[in-house]
């Protein structure tokens, strides 16, 4: 099946380590995302890109860090210069700019 | 800069009862309008989309309408149900910025039976 794999579903993470979560696409989608979702918030964005080997910071970038080295894949590093990662994080992508953005089923990080 | 509004929650309802969630949106140009909906631990998934204004986006008994002239796009339904329960987010996709979301923070729906 088509779609959008997130991976882990839960995660918790040391304060003071890096974390990497996978986002896996096989729609053949050019553009990927990554947003962040707080408690009772919006989504805001943190990194997207809109084709391989390149990629865009978005309203939240700092401490986090992507790469976009294939087009079915866009890994998000969350490092220990991020204050406050506790979040739930979505991945998403589209087959191009300005088309429907479709999620995959999210990511929860939790910082112990 | 563009923006997205909509009514806070929660949102508590009766089964069958009429669903009005209010969007208003400040943008620039033309954008997409979509609202979505988020289950209980998992992603967003795509509920319905209107492109241009006066279209009307259907899906699943929900409707909304893309009204320029108010620069609104409410969702409604006629009669919900207890699996309706959700997050419902209205969103536009920012043309300055390839395309990209920019959402409301989300409106909690509980329906009651």
């Known amino acids: 099946d088509g779609g959008i794999t997130q991976s882990p579903k839960y995660l918790f993470r040391k304060e003071g380590q890096n974390v990497t979560l996978s986002c896996e696409q096989n729609?053949?989608?050019?553009?990927m995302y990554w947003y962040r979702q707080d408690p009772g918030q919006g989504l805001r964005l943190i990194y997207y890109?809109?084709?391989?080997?390149?990629?865009q910071k978005g309203d939240i970038a700092e401490g986090y860090s992507v790469s976009r080295e294939k087009k079915e894949s866009f890994p998000l590093t969350v490092t220990s210069a991020q204050k406050n990662p506790t979040a739930f994080y979505l991945c998403?992508?589209?087959?191009?700019?300005?088309?429907?953005?479709?999620f995959g089923e999210g990511s929860w990080l939790t910082v112990v | 800069g563009n923006s997205v509004t909509q009514m806070e929650g929660p949102v508590t309802l009766s089964e069958e009862a009429f669903l009005t969630i209010n969007c208003t949106y400040t943008?620039?140009?033309?954008?997409?309008l979509f609202w979505y909906v988020q289950y209980p631990g998992e992603g967003l998934q795509l509920l319905l989309k209107?492109?241009?204004?006066?279209d009307k986006g259907s899906n699943k008994g929900f409707e909304a309408t893309y009204r320029k002239e108010t620069t609104s796009f409410h969702l409604e339904k006629g009669s919900v149900q207890v699996s309706d329960s959700a997050v419902y987010f209205c969103?536009?996709?920012?043309?300055?910025?390839?395309?990209?979301?920019?959402f409301g923070k989300g409106t909690k729906l509980s329906v009651k039976p």
């Open positions: 998403a992508s589209a087959s191009g700019s300005g088309n429907t953005i479709y």
């Open positions: 729609l053949n989608h050019d553009a």
């Open positions: 890109s809109q084709i391989v080997n390149d990629f």
């Open positions: 943008a620039t140009g033309y954008p997409s």
């Open positions: 209107a492109t241009k204004a006066d």
């Open positions: 969103a536009l996709s920012d043309l300055g910025s390839q395309g990209n979301l920019i």
